[in-house]
Protein backbone atom coordinates (compact mmCIF):
# COMPACT_ATOMS: atom_id res chain seq x y z
CA UNK A 1 0.00 0.00 0.00
CA UNK A 2 1.49 3.72 -0.77
CA UNK A 3 2.04 5.33 2.22
CA UNK A 4 1.86 9.34 2.09
CA UNK A 5 5.04 11.24 4.29
CA UNK A 6 4.69 15.11 4.93
CA UNK A 7 8.39 15.72 5.86
CA UNK A 8 9.18 19.23 7.53
CA UNK A 9 13.12 19.54 7.79
CA UNK A 10 12.58 22.66 9.94
CA UNK A 11 16.15 24.53 10.95
CA UNK A 12 19.50 23.77 12.21
CA UNK A 13 20.54 20.74 11.42
CA UNK A 14 17.03 19.59 10.57
CA UNK A 15 17.29 18.98 6.90
CA UNK A 16 20.66 17.13 7.04
CA UNK A 17 18.90 14.65 9.36
CA UNK A 18 16.01 14.64 7.50
CA UNK A 19 17.69 13.81 4.16
CA UNK A 20 19.42 11.29 5.55
CA UNK A 21 16.16 9.41 7.14
CA UNK A 22 14.70 9.34 3.86
CA UNK A 23 17.57 7.57 2.14
CA UNK A 24 16.85 4.80 5.11
CA UNK A 25 13.42 5.16 4.69
CA UNK A 26 13.63 4.81 0.61
CA UNK A 27 16.11 1.95 0.97
CA UNK A 28 13.61 0.06 3.05
CA UNK A 29 11.28 0.69 0.65
CA UNK A 30 12.94 -0.88 -2.21
CA UNK A 31 14.59 -3.92 0.38
CA UNK A 32 10.22 -4.60 1.60
CA UNK A 33 8.67 -3.77 -1.76
CA UNK A 34 6.75 -0.90 -0.09
CA UNK A 35 5.88 2.68 -1.94
CA UNK A 36 6.46 6.18 0.20
CA UNK A 37 6.06 9.51 -1.61
CA UNK A 38 6.68 12.63 0.55
CA UNK A 39 5.74 16.18 0.15
CA UNK A 40 8.01 19.03 2.03
CA UNK A 41 5.94 21.49 4.45
CA UNK A 42 7.73 24.53 5.86
CA UNK A 43 8.07 25.03 9.80
CA UNK A 44 9.66 26.54 12.81
CA UNK A 45 12.52 30.01 11.66
CA UNK A 46 12.19 28.89 7.78
CA UNK A 47 8.45 29.11 7.84
CA UNK A 48 8.83 32.52 9.38
CA UNK A 49 11.53 33.51 6.77
CA UNK A 50 9.74 32.30 4.06
CA UNK A 51 6.32 33.33 4.74
CA UNK A 52 6.31 35.43 8.45
CA UNK A 53 4.72 32.61 10.18
CA UNK A 54 5.96 29.82 12.09
CA UNK A 55 2.91 27.45 10.85
CA UNK A 56 1.47 28.27 7.54
CA UNK A 57 -1.79 27.06 7.07
CA UNK A 58 -0.19 25.37 3.50
CA UNK A 59 1.64 23.17 6.23
CA UNK A 60 -1.37 22.19 8.29
CA UNK A 61 -3.09 20.83 5.19
CA UNK A 62 -0.40 19.24 3.84
CA UNK A 63 0.20 17.41 7.61
CA UNK A 64 -3.96 16.87 7.63
CA UNK A 65 -3.58 14.53 4.19
CA UNK A 66 -0.71 13.03 5.14
CA UNK A 67 -0.36 9.26 6.52
CA UNK A 68 2.54 10.18 8.44
CA UNK A 69 4.47 13.60 9.74
CA UNK A 70 8.39 13.57 9.90
CA UNK A 71 9.98 16.49 11.38
CA UNK A 72 13.38 17.75 12.01
CA UNK A 73 14.04 20.33 14.52
CA UNK A 74 13.02 23.71 15.13
CA UNK A 75 14.17 26.81 16.01
CA UNK A 76 17.83 29.14 16.37
CA UNK A 77 19.11 31.82 17.88
CA UNK A 78 18.35 34.11 14.67
CA UNK A 79 14.39 33.84 15.84
CA UNK A 80 14.97 33.63 19.63
CA UNK A 81 14.03 37.85 19.84
CA UNK A 82 10.97 37.70 18.24
CA UNK A 83 7.79 38.20 19.15
CA UNK A 84 6.45 35.42 21.56
CA UNK A 85 3.85 34.58 19.11
CA UNK A 86 5.63 34.09 16.05
CA UNK A 87 8.30 32.04 17.66
CA UNK A 88 9.65 28.81 15.79
CA UNK A 89 8.52 26.43 18.90
CA UNK A 90 4.55 28.12 18.33
CA UNK A 91 4.66 26.11 14.77
CA UNK A 92 5.37 22.79 17.03
CA UNK A 93 3.31 23.62 19.64
CA UNK A 94 0.63 24.91 16.82
CA UNK A 95 1.09 21.73 14.43
CA UNK A 96 0.84 19.24 17.72
CA UNK A 97 -2.32 20.85 19.08
CA UNK A 98 -3.75 20.79 14.93
CA UNK A 99 -3.21 17.40 14.56
CA UNK A 100 -4.03 16.58 18.03
CA UNK A 101 -1.09 14.88 18.92
CA UNK A 102 -2.20 14.44 22.71
CA UNK A 103 0.31 11.51 23.09
CA UNK A 104 4.35 11.93 23.27
CA UNK A 105 5.89 8.58 23.17
CA UNK A 106 9.88 9.36 24.32
CA UNK A 107 11.80 5.92 24.87
CA UNK A 108 14.94 5.94 26.80
CA UNK A 109 17.29 3.43 26.26
CA UNK A 110 21.00 2.57 26.57
CA UNK A 111 22.51 1.67 23.50
CA UNK A 112 25.17 -1.34 24.77
CA UNK A 113 27.61 0.43 21.96
CA UNK A 114 27.69 3.46 23.34
CA UNK A 115 27.70 2.61 27.23
CA UNK A 116 30.31 4.40 27.69
CA UNK A 117 28.68 7.49 27.16
CA UNK A 118 26.00 6.93 29.87
CA UNK A 119 25.91 9.44 32.42
CA UNK A 120 25.10 7.59 35.22
CA UNK A 121 27.86 4.85 37.27
CA UNK A 122 28.13 1.68 35.77
CA UNK A 123 27.05 -0.29 39.08
CA UNK A 124 23.84 2.14 38.70
CA UNK A 125 22.72 1.46 34.98
CA UNK A 126 24.51 -1.93 35.41
CA UNK A 127 20.67 -2.98 36.58
CA UNK A 128 19.17 -1.26 33.27
CA UNK A 129 17.83 1.72 31.74
CA UNK A 130 15.17 0.94 29.31
CA UNK A 131 12.17 3.36 30.19
CA UNK A 132 9.55 5.47 27.94
CA UNK A 133 8.11 8.52 29.02
CA UNK A 134 4.35 9.05 27.83
CA UNK A 135 3.78 12.81 27.84
CA UNK A 136 0.57 14.33 27.40
CA UNK A 137 1.04 16.77 24.95
CA UNK A 138 -1.89 18.90 24.09
CA UNK A 139 -3.07 20.38 27.21
CA UNK A 140 -1.95 21.11 31.15
CA UNK A 141 -0.28 24.68 31.63
CA UNK A 142 1.18 24.85 28.55
CA UNK A 143 -2.20 24.90 26.41
CA UNK A 144 -4.61 26.23 29.90
CA UNK A 145 -5.90 29.94 29.96
CA UNK A 146 -6.37 32.21 31.36
CA UNK A 147 -2.50 32.80 30.94
CA UNK A 148 -1.20 36.20 29.77
CA UNK A 149 1.18 39.12 30.43
CA UNK A 150 -0.05 42.39 31.96
CA UNK A 151 1.19 45.27 34.36
CA UNK A 152 -0.93 44.91 37.64
CA UNK A 153 -0.45 47.29 40.35
CA UNK A 154 2.62 48.77 38.88
CA UNK A 155 4.18 45.34 38.55
CA UNK A 156 4.38 43.29 35.29
CA UNK A 157 2.97 40.28 36.45
CA UNK A 158 2.65 36.95 34.10
CA UNK A 159 0.69 33.71 34.45
CA UNK A 160 -0.61 30.29 33.48
CA UNK A 161 -2.85 27.47 34.26
CA UNK A 162 -2.38 24.26 34.62
CA UNK A 163 -5.85 22.39 34.04
CA UNK A 164 -6.44 18.84 32.56
CA UNK A 165 -9.95 17.47 32.83
CA UNK A 166 -10.86 13.44 33.35
CA UNK A 167 -11.08 12.92 29.44
CA UNK A 168 -7.93 14.56 28.43
CA UNK A 169 -6.40 12.44 31.88
CA UNK A 170 -8.62 8.97 30.64
CA UNK A 171 -6.98 9.38 27.34
CA UNK A 172 -3.22 9.39 28.27
CA UNK A 173 -3.45 7.12 30.65
CA UNK A 174 -4.53 4.31 28.53
CA UNK A 175 -1.66 4.47 26.58
CA UNK A 176 0.17 4.63 28.84
CA UNK A 177 -0.78 1.02 29.79
CA UNK A 178 -1.40 -0.02 26.86
CA UNK A 179 2.41 0.76 26.49
CA UNK A 180 3.18 -0.89 29.23
CA UNK A 181 1.46 -3.94 28.18
CA UNK A 182 3.76 -4.28 25.62
CA UNK A 183 6.50 -3.93 27.67
CA UNK A 184 7.23 -4.92 31.39
CA UNK A 185 3.62 -4.02 32.59
CA UNK A 186 4.79 -1.09 34.96
CA UNK A 187 3.13 2.65 35.12
CA UNK A 188 4.65 5.17 36.90
CA UNK A 189 2.32 8.04 37.17
CA UNK A 190 4.51 11.55 38.14
CA UNK A 191 2.53 14.21 39.45
CA UNK A 192 2.76 17.11 42.55
CA UNK A 193 -0.51 15.91 44.32
CA UNK A 194 0.97 16.91 47.21
CA UNK A 195 0.30 20.54 46.40
CA UNK A 196 -1.49 21.27 43.27
CA UNK A 197 -5.34 20.17 42.56
CA UNK A 198 -4.90 19.54 39.04
CA UNK A 199 -2.55 16.73 40.23
CA UNK A 200 -5.72 15.47 42.68
CA UNK A 201 -7.36 14.83 39.61
CA UNK A 202 -4.78 13.60 37.72
CA UNK A 203 -4.33 10.63 40.19
CA UNK A 204 -7.45 10.01 40.93
CA UNK A 205 -8.76 9.12 37.09
CA UNK A 206 -5.49 7.29 36.38
CA UNK A 207 -6.25 5.17 39.77
CA UNK A 208 -9.76 4.35 37.97
CA UNK A 209 -8.27 3.42 34.48
CA UNK A 210 -5.97 1.60 36.18
CA UNK A 211 -8.88 -0.60 37.11
CA UNK A 212 -9.02 -1.99 33.13
CA UNK A 213 -5.45 -3.04 32.96
CA UNK A 214 -5.10 -5.33 36.54
CA UNK A 215 -2.03 -6.85 34.38
CA UNK A 216 -0.41 -3.81 35.30
CA UNK A 217 1.42 -2.60 38.41
CA UNK A 218 0.38 1.20 38.83
CA UNK A 219 3.24 3.68 40.58
CA UNK A 220 2.57 7.08 41.86
CA UNK A 221 5.80 9.64 42.57
CA UNK A 222 5.63 13.50 43.20
CA UNK A 223 7.90 14.96 39.62
CA UNK A 224 10.34 15.93 42.36
CA UNK A 225 11.08 13.08 43.75
CA UNK A 226 10.59 11.09 39.85
CA UNK A 227 13.23 13.67 38.79
CA UNK A 228 15.67 12.23 41.63
CA UNK A 229 14.64 8.61 41.15
CA UNK A 230 15.90 8.73 37.20
CA UNK A 231 19.38 9.40 38.38
CA UNK A 232 19.54 7.10 41.44
CA UNK A 233 18.02 3.73 40.02
CA UNK A 234 17.08 4.43 36.38
CA UNK A 235 15.75 0.54 36.27
CA UNK A 236 12.71 0.59 38.60
CA UNK A 237 11.10 2.28 36.02
CA UNK A 238 9.06 0.92 32.20
CA UNK A 239 6.65 3.57 31.55
CA UNK A 240 6.51 6.96 32.62
CA UNK A 241 2.77 8.76 32.48
CA UNK A 242 3.01 12.23 33.32
CA UNK A 243 1.30 15.77 31.99
CA UNK A 244 2.89 18.60 29.20
CA UNK A 245 5.46 20.22 31.76
CA UNK A 246 6.34 17.53 33.78
CA UNK A 247 6.54 14.97 30.92
CA UNK A 248 8.86 17.89 28.82
CA UNK A 249 11.29 18.42 31.94
CA UNK A 250 11.66 14.81 32.65
CA UNK A 251 11.71 13.30 29.33
CA UNK A 252 15.16 15.47 28.36
CA UNK A 253 16.42 14.13 32.14
CA UNK A 254 15.69 10.61 30.73
CA UNK A 255 17.11 11.34 27.96
CA UNK A 256 20.47 12.69 28.22
CA UNK A 257 21.28 10.34 31.41
CA UNK A 258 21.47 7.50 28.44
CA UNK A 259 24.62 9.94 27.39
CA UNK A 260 23.21 8.99 23.38
CA UNK A 261 20.44 12.39 22.96
CA UNK A 262 21.52 12.11 19.54
CA UNK A 263 20.10 8.70 19.14
CA UNK A 264 16.62 8.91 20.49
CA UNK A 265 13.49 8.64 18.71
CA UNK A 266 10.15 9.66 19.59
CA UNK A 267 6.52 10.28 18.52
CA UNK A 268 3.77 12.07 19.05
CA UNK A 269 0.12 9.95 18.21
CA UNK A 270 -3.26 11.21 18.47
CA UNK A 271 -6.75 9.89 18.21
CA UNK A 272 -6.45 9.34 14.59
CA UNK A 273 -3.71 9.36 11.76
CA UNK A 274 -1.37 11.43 11.18
CA UNK A 275 1.20 10.73 14.03
CA UNK A 276 4.37 13.13 13.82
CA UNK A 277 7.88 11.48 14.46
CA UNK A 278 11.06 12.93 15.27
CA UNK A 279 14.26 13.00 17.34
CA UNK A 280 14.10 13.99 20.60
CA UNK A 281 17.38 16.62 20.09
CA UNK A 282 16.71 20.34 18.91
CA UNK A 283 18.24 21.93 15.98
CA UNK A 284 22.06 22.41 17.04
CA UNK A 285 22.15 25.73 15.16
CA UNK A 286 26.36 26.02 16.42
CA UNK A 287 26.72 22.90 14.03
CA UNK A 288 24.19 23.28 10.99
CA UNK A 289 25.30 22.80 7.61
CA UNK A 290 28.51 20.97 8.51
CA UNK A 291 28.26 17.75 7.88
CA UNK A 292 29.04 17.50 11.76
CA UNK A 293 25.00 15.76 13.08
CA UNK A 294 24.47 12.52 13.96
CA UNK A 295 21.54 11.62 12.20
CA UNK A 296 20.55 8.08 13.66
CA UNK A 297 17.87 9.54 15.88
CA UNK A 298 15.57 10.83 12.93
CA UNK A 299 16.87 7.47 10.98
CA UNK A 300 15.06 5.83 14.10
CA UNK A 301 11.75 8.14 13.94
CA UNK A 302 11.56 6.39 10.55
CA UNK A 303 11.61 2.86 12.17
CA UNK A 304 9.24 4.29 14.96
CA UNK A 305 7.07 6.08 12.05
CA UNK A 306 7.23 2.11 9.76
CA UNK A 307 5.83 0.65 13.66
CA UNK A 308 3.33 2.85 15.20
CA UNK A 309 1.64 4.70 11.46
CA UNK A 310 2.33 1.90 9.31
CA UNK A 311 2.16 -1.39 11.25
CA UNK A 312 5.31 -2.47 9.32
CA UNK A 313 7.52 -4.05 12.47
CA UNK A 314 9.62 -6.00 10.89
CA UNK A 315 10.74 -3.02 8.34
CA UNK A 316 11.23 -0.95 11.88
CA UNK A 317 13.36 -3.92 13.44
CA UNK A 318 15.26 -4.08 10.74
CA UNK A 319 16.07 -0.10 10.34
CA UNK A 320 16.87 -0.53 14.22
CA UNK A 321 19.09 -3.62 13.39
CA UNK A 322 20.62 -1.47 10.72
CA UNK A 323 21.42 0.99 13.56
CA UNK A 324 22.63 -1.12 16.19
CA UNK A 325 24.80 -2.90 13.38
CA UNK A 326 26.49 0.40 11.97
CA UNK A 327 27.42 1.45 15.95
CA UNK A 328 29.45 -2.51 16.49
CA UNK A 329 31.21 -1.99 13.62
CA UNK A 330 32.70 1.07 15.54
CA UNK A 331 31.40 3.64 13.47
CA UNK A 332 30.46 7.09 15.20
CA UNK A 333 29.09 10.97 14.37
CA UNK A 334 30.96 13.51 16.88
CA UNK A 335 28.72 13.64 19.26
CA UNK A 336 29.10 9.76 20.03
CA UNK A 337 32.84 9.73 19.17
CA UNK A 338 35.07 7.39 21.91
CA UNK A 339 38.91 6.70 21.04
CA UNK A 340 39.54 3.82 18.61
CA UNK A 341 36.44 4.46 16.74
CA UNK A 342 35.93 5.93 13.35
CA UNK A 343 34.29 9.57 13.31
CA UNK A 344 32.16 9.81 9.91
CA UNK A 345 29.97 12.97 8.29
CA UNK A 346 26.36 12.91 8.55
CA UNK A 347 26.38 11.79 5.12
CA UNK A 348 28.57 8.67 5.90
CA UNK A 349 26.77 7.40 8.64
CA UNK A 350 23.46 7.64 6.75
CA UNK A 351 25.51 5.44 3.62
CA UNK A 352 27.19 2.61 6.85
CA UNK A 353 22.93 2.18 7.91
CA UNK A 354 22.09 1.89 4.19
CA UNK A 355 24.64 -0.55 3.69
CA UNK A 356 24.07 -2.49 6.73
CA UNK A 357 20.12 -2.73 5.81
C1 LIG B 1 10.04 19.47 23.30
C2 LIG B 1 10.48 20.90 23.23
C3 LIG B 1 9.25 21.76 22.98
C4 LIG B 1 8.32 21.58 24.16
C5 LIG B 1 9.54 23.23 22.73
C6 LIG B 1 10.53 23.40 21.59
C7 LIG B 1 8.30 24.01 22.47
O1 LIG B 1 11.16 21.26 24.39
O2 LIG B 1 9.52 18.96 22.30
O3 LIG B 1 10.23 18.85 24.34
O4 LIG B 1 8.48 22.25 25.19
O5 LIG B 1 7.42 20.76 24.08
MG1 LIG C 1 11.51 19.64 25.71
Keep these: MKKHICVMPGDGIGPEIVEEALRVLNAAAKKFGHEFSTEEALIGGSAIDATGTPLP ?9 ADAVLLGAVGGPKWDTLDPAIRPEKGLLGIRKALGLFAN ?4 TLFPELAGACLLRPDIVGKGLDLIVVRELTGGIYFGKPAGTEVRDGKRTGWNTMIYNEDEIARIAHVAFQAAQKRRNKVCSVDKAN ?30 NAAMQLVRDPSQFDVIVTGNLFGDILSDEASVITGSIGMLPSASLGSA ?5 EPIHGSAPDIAGQGKANPLATILSIAMMLRHAFDMSIEADAIENAVHKTLQAGFRTGDIMEAGKTLLSTREMGDKVIASL
Design 57 to 65: EATVEACKK
Design 105 to 108: LRPA
Design 195 to 224: VLDVSRVWREVVIEVSRQYPDVELSHLYVD
Design 273 to 277: QPGLF
